[in-house]
């Protein structure tokens, strides 16, 4: 069975410019989450959305937004890059269900540079 | 907000040893899980714990969640345990996952 898959694997932008990165959560998951991992650090909290909806938000910029497709598949976009969004973004996927539980299964990521 | 501490922050162990790495978080939580980011990035499930114990192969975890600590056993240890070790919570069905700032393995041949 696939994984979550997320793409593009790397992503070189200038700061101004606009971003769309993408994920597909494992088959059957209905949760998506987006997380922004700086180097060195731990995963930050960006969204998450369930069944089309956003469940949770992060302490982001309102340049940081995401919507979820009829398909549970994903999109996080990021306009008016700056330095500082230099990082790997990854997508965290989960089944949740009946009894909220919520274990998150995650992509790869995909890296971004903003020069 | 609710803080997650790891200890050590590194750690570096000889093939075959043990090593024991702690989470500490400062308020109840209803998730818990651990990770290991590889040298690539990529976040690998270890376990998904919020309370009692789970083995898996050489690694195993316990969970005290009325002393909110957390403990993952690594058991006769590889030079591929190598890496990033995550412990992330999540509090009153938030959805968000917190990340501690992780424990950085190196195991020597």
């Known amino acids: 069975d696939a994984g979550v898959t997320q793409s593009p694997t790397h992503l070189i932008k200038t700061r101004g410019q606009h971003v769309t990165l993408r994920c597909s959560p494992i088959?059957?998951?209905?949760?998506v989450s987006w997380y922004q991992q700086v180097l060195g650090q731990g995963p930050q909290f960006i969204f998450q959305y369930y069944e089309k909806e956003e469940r949770g938000r992060g302490n982001f910029p309102d340049r940081f937004s995401a919507r979820q497709f009829p398909n549970y598949s994903s999109e996080l976009n990021v306009n008016a890059l700056l330095l500082g969004d230099s990082a790997l973004y990854l997508c965290?996927?989960?089944?949740?269900?009946?009894?909220?539980?919520?274990?998150?299964?995650f992509g790869p990521g995909t890296r971004l540079t903003v020069l | 907000g609710i803080q997650v501490e790891q200890s050590p922050p590194d750690l570096i162990l000889q093939e075959g040893a043990n090593s024991t790495l702690r989470c500490n978080f400062s308020?109840?939580?209803?998730?818990l899980q651990w990770f290991h980011q590889n040298p690539w990035g990529q976040l690998i499930n270890l376990f998904y714990i919020p309370s009692g114990t789970k083995q898996n192969g050489r690694l195993s975890a316990t969970t005290v969640a009325t002393e909110r600590y957390s403990l993952l056993y690594i058991s006769s240890s590889q030079t591929t345990d190598s890496g990033v070790y995550f412990c992330?919570?999540?509090?009153?069905?938030?959805?968000?996952?917190?990340f501690g700032s992780g424990t950085r393995l190196l195991v020597r041949p």
């Open positions: 992330a919570v999540e509090k009153d069905s938030s959805y968000k996952l917190i």
């Open positions: 308020d109840s939580v209803n998730n």
């Open positions: 965290a996927s989960s089944f949740l269900g009946v009894y909220r539980r919520n274990e998150q299964f």
């Open positions: 088959s059957g998951h209905k949760s």
